[in-house]
Structure formats: C-alpha cells, structure tokens
Nanobody
C-alpha cells in the first residue's frame, strides 16, 4: 500500500497562490499516475487533474485549466499542485490519490488517498 500525505494548504486571499505537496511513502509511487481531487463542504468530491507516471501528460478539469499546474518528482516520490489566481470557489479540502488504475477523472479508479489539506480562499 502506498501512503500519501498532503501538505501546503492554508488561507489565502483571492488572486493569490498556493503550492500543495503530495509525499508518497516509497518508490512504488513512480509506477502510477497521480490525481488531485477536492471536496467542498456539503458537495461531492470533484476531479481537479492528474499527471501520468513520467509526468509527460497532464489533464485538468475545465474549472481550473490555465490556473493550476500538476507536476511530479519521481526521485523524491512527490507530486505537486501549483494553484494560481485562486478564487473563493476553489475553497475545499484537496486530496491526492494514486493507484494502478489511476490516470482518469473518476474517484473510483484510485486506490490510495491522502488525508487531505484544507485550502481556504477569502474574497
């Protein structure tokens, strides 16, 4: 089982930036795509984006395209979510996820999840 831990969340003003980190327990991480998801209070968990195993392909939800960037460092067993031009509607708990069937926008394709990190964007 791959252990994932997110960090880097916090409170930021609209228009600001945050960089989230997803640290994996071991090098098994590099075999799988990594997805990012978010969940606001009272709402369903939604897809943010994913990155392929080597980092060569990234896919984003329309709501964040052009503002968010996913990257990974397989030497460090770590993935990142750079968030720019943040909006109040980006407020949510953000999760990273991975697994052998990752690389899609569907929550059910990911076997391993982090605990989440809170991102709050004020207006």
């Amino acid at each position: 089982q791959v252990q994932l831990v997110e960090s880097g969340g916090g409170l930021v003003q609209a228009g600001g930036s945050l960089r989230l980190t997803c640290a994996a327990s071991d090098s098994t991480f590099r075999r799988y795509a990594v997805g990012w998801f978010r969940q606001a209070p009272g709402k369903e968990r939604e897809f943010v984006g994913y990155i392929s195993t080597s980092g060569g392909i990234t896919t984003y939800a329309d709501s964040v395209k052009g503002r968010f960037t996913i990257s990974r460092d397989n030497v460090k067993n770590t993935a990142y979510l750079q968030m720019n031009s943040l909006k109040p509607e980006d407020t949510a708990v953000y999760y990273c996820a991975t697994g052998p069937s990752g690389g899609t926008s569907w929550t059910g394709n990911y076997d391993y999840w982090g605990q989440g990190t809170q991102v709050t964007v004020s207006s």
